[in-house]
């Protein structure tokens, strides 16, 4: 489901409805990468019948009115994900308050995140995301240092990877459900297992999409 706002030009997306009763929140067209898969480094920010390019930066009102009216609207949504082309963490007061009242509304939240959040703050901010984030995908995206900046070009070099690693696991230890994620069409096999074996370090599981 897109959301225009009244009066702009673009028809911005705030929320959209990728999957069937999942409600996306799309926060930002910003992102601390530049991965080599995504559709905001090709510039199309399309997915499926959905542009997602935000031609600005929407209020946290804008997306509780949305999905206000979507609640009202249709048969009850299973779930309320963050996700959108761009990293939703460069949003993290805006992400609370819209996944607070979410869950306020017995939604489970899911983020999907590059894990660069504490290197972007430089807080603490899983412990912000405890009582009101239910699941966490976290991108991992490589194996290891050198790999994750072939894949993913961050801004930050070499620089990001272990907060990424660091991100994951304590996001492991302290959130109900975390989990790390690949594109397996842009590694090796050998790459793909060696993912999965630091997942399992961190005490996950790894998804390879
Ligand atoms: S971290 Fe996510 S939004 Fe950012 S460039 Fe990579 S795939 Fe795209």
């Given at each position: ?24 929140v ?60 761009g ?8 992400l ?41 995908n ?8 050198a ?12 620089e ?27 590694l ?22």
């Amino acid at each position: 489901m897109g959301d225009a706002t009244a009066g702009m030009r673009h028809m911005d997306c705030l929320i959209y409805e990728y999957r069937p009763l999942r409600l996306y929140v799309n926060l930002t067209s910003r992102c601390t990468n530049e991965c080599t898969f995504c559709g905001r480094t090709a510039h199309h920010f399309r997915l499926g019948e959905f542009d997602l390019r935000l031609s600005r930066e929407h209020p946290a009102a804008a997306y509780l009115a949305a999905l206000q009216r979507r609640l009202a609207a249709g048969r009850d949504p299973i779930e309320v994900v963050f996700c959108g082309y761009g990293e939703p963490t460069l949003r993290i007061e805006e992400l609370l308050e819209i996944a607070r009242w979410a869950t306020t509304q017995g939604l489970p939240v899911r983020l999907n995140t590059n894990g660069q959040a504490e290197l972007i703050h430089h807080t603490d901010i899983i412990s912000r995301l405890v009582g009101c984030i239910d699941r966490v995908n976290v991108s991992l995206n490589a194996p290891d240092a050198a790999s994750y900046v072939r894949v993913s070009c961050p801004a930050a070099g070499d620089e990001a990877w272990p907060w990424v690693v660091e991100f994951l696991r304590r996001a492991v230890r302290h959130l109900p459900d975390a989990w790390a994620s690949v594109v397996g069409a842009v590694l090796s096999p050998e790459e793909v297992s060696a993912a999965r074996e630091l997942a399992a370090h961190c005490g996950t599981r790894l998804l390879v999409r």
